[in-house]
């Protein structure tokens, strides 16, 4: 099992980046594929974007391709998810989570079996 602690959050304005890490530990990092979903008030929790175990493949929501990049390094535990340009709609609580399944391109929340805490982005206009 893994445990995953998502960090790098916090406020910013319309335009500016943040980069959020999500650290695992309890098991190697590079047997799950890694995903980073969000949840704004009363909305569903949404894909953002997904990465193969060996960081080969990437896929991305298209409300969020081309501002946001995902990256992993297995050698450290972490996955990052870069975010450009924000905007006041990508304000909400953002999650990382893992599945041990193989294919990367998952989207559901329900296909990820780990998940972290959390970590409140917000973006003020």
């Known amino acids: 099992q893994v445990q995953l602690v998502e960090s790098g959050g916090g406020l910013v304005q319309t335009g500016e980046s943040l980069r959020l890490s999500c650290a695992a530990s309890?098991?190697?990092?590079?047997?799950?594929?890694m995903g980073w979903f969000r949840q704004a008030p009363g909305k569903e929790r949404e894909f953002l974007a997904s990465i193969s175990r060996s960081g080969g493949n990437t896929y991305y929501a298209d409300s969020v391709k081309g501002r946001f990049t995902i990256s992993r390094d297995n050698a450290k535990n972490t996955v990052t998810l870069q975010m450009n340009n924000l905007k006041p709609e990508d304000t909400a609580v953002y999650y990382c989570a893992a599945t041990a399944g193989v294919a990367a391109s998952r989207r559901r929340s329900y296909e990820y079996e780990y998940w972290g805490q959390g970590t409140q982005v917000t973006v003020s206009s």
């Open positions: 309890g098991r190697t990092l590079s047997t799950y594929v």
